[in-house]
């Protein structure tokens, strides 16, 4: 057995979530590209770059990272460039996209022989969480008033709006996509726009989406502002692809059963922590209830609460699923505990070791 903890992508699960992908590409003409900011475990492209169009970036490395790894188009978006970073991004990248009127103007020379778009802002979304919300108040992610984004109109071709984020309600999002066209529409309609990205977080591979309205939603957005679509799915390209799989150090009792596991939410599912939600196990339905706590020193380095079958002992492997996005990306050494492994289980069934993580990457990400 490999030695926990590790993250296994199970690739048949991967290739369910590429093929409603497909059949999105197939019956809306939309195009799709792989979120980095989400998923970056370059190992499984091979099989997702026959299903996606390519990448779109947040930063120079992750821009780099697709043009590398992953065949077909490299979107470059950064909420802010940099003077010294600006000509590699532009030599990576296929279309740049600007945040603001002012970083589009800042390089409007060195860009001038590439495809640009702008970020619009609507000031609406469907984030859950204020530290999500990319319409929240005094955002400074895009541009929103109509006025000033027209007279740059003749510097780009398309736009990029991210305004869902883990989205599973289909009307919701037609309906905020409705304020898109209620307050941008005159821009869409602009003669040098030719393509739209409608972002990612729209969770359209997520079990009884509705799969037919969403594309024919799609192709009549297209249709009507004659612009090529593009989506940017992240969670939804892997969601339920991934598990994180930890071993039981030891077992106390302090008025609830609690397990330590050599893992740790902060350095391993980060963003468990950060929106403050459990981890998911399954099956979750036995007598015996535990608090799977983490073994950092962070007090509240704690899983959640699962129930299992059998009492836990030191040894037993409890695996956490739907363990990918936004997780591998944040990994982090905090306290040095020792970051997982990736492994896959490839499509005929074996399980393949392909990264693992000692003392010397602790050492060299410190100075």
Known sequence: MIKTPYYLIDKAALLRNMEKIAYVREHSGAKALLALKCFATWSVFDLMSQYMDGTTSSSLNEVKLGKLKFPGETHAYSVAYSDDEIAEVLAHSDKIIFNSIGQLTRFADESANHVRGLRLNPGVSSSAFLIADPSRPFSRLGEWNAEEISPVLEQISGFMIHNNCENNDFSLFDHMLSDIEAKFGDLLKHPNITWVSLG????????????????????????????????????????????????????LYNGKHLAIVDSSIEAHMLDLLIYRETAKMAPNDGV????????????????????????????????????????????????????????????????????????????????
């Not at 306290?335 to 003392?359: S, W, Y």
Request: charged content about 20%.
């Open 200 to 251: 990612g977080g729209i969770h359209f591979t997520g079990e009884g989406y509705p799969l037919d309205h969403f594309c024919a939603r799609l192709k009549a957005f297209s249709e009507s502002y004659g612009v090529q679509v593009y989506l940017e799915p992240g969670e939804a390209s892997i969601t339920q692809t991934t598990s994180l799989e930890v071993t039981v150090l030891d077992t």
């Open 288 to 367: 015996h209830e535990y608090m799977v706590c983490g073994k950092s020193c962070l007090a509240g380095d704690i899983f959640g609460e699962f129930n299992f079958e059998q009492p836990l002992k030191v040894g037993d492997r409890l695996s956490f699923i739907d363990a990918a996005g936004y997780t591998m990306v944040k990994k982090n050494w905090f306290n040095g505990v020792n970051m997982p492994a990736i492994a896959i289980r490839q499509l005929d069934g074996q399980v393949e070791l392909v990264k693992e993580f000692g003392f010397n990457d602790f050492v060299n990400s410190l100075s």
